[in-house]
Nanobody, 128 residues
Framework: QVQLVESGGGSVQAGGSLRLSCTTSGYRYTSYSSYCMGWFRQAPGKEREGVAQ????????YYGDSVKGRFTISRDNAKNTLYLQMNNLKLEDTAMYYC??????????????????WGQGTQVTVSS
């Protein structure tokens, strides 16, 4: 069973930065490098929203329109870890952030419902 654990969330003022990490484990017959990874977020009363996604080798990325130019997704396959660098944070970025994984052979922009494994989430709160 693949396990994901997010960290790095917290409270920050608008315009600030945070870096989220997602450490993964539990690969018995597969490896981290065969999984598409994504960051999603959900604010109270709102639907889950795709933030960023990355291909198994890190060569292809997708971003939600609201974070383009501010957030950067990356991965370290040697460390089985996913990252999300968030710069110029805005009030509307406040949400619970989740990392997710799905084994993939085709790289494309996926909805959150297509991801199989999820972390427990890390809270990001942006204040004025």
């Amino acid at each position: 069973q693949v396990q994901l654990v997010e960290s790095g969330g917290g409270s920050v003022q608008a315009g600030g930065s945070l870096r989220l990490s997602c450490t993964t484990s539990g690969y018995r017959y597969t490896s981290y490098s065969s999984y598409c990874m994504g960051w999603f977020r959900q604010a109270p009363g709102k639907e889950r929203e795709g933030v960023a996604q990355i291909s198994p080798n890190g060569g292809t990325t997708y971003y939600g329109d609201s974070v383009k130019g501010r957030f950067t997704i990356s991965r370290d396959n040697a460390k089985n870890t996913l990252y999300l660098q968030m710069n110029n944070l805005k009030l509307e970025d406040t949400a619970m952030y989740y990392c997710a994984a799905v084994r993939c052979t085709v790289v494309r922009d996926r909805s959150w419902a297509e991801y199989l494994y999820w972390g427990q989430g890390t809270q990001v709160t942006v204040s004025s």
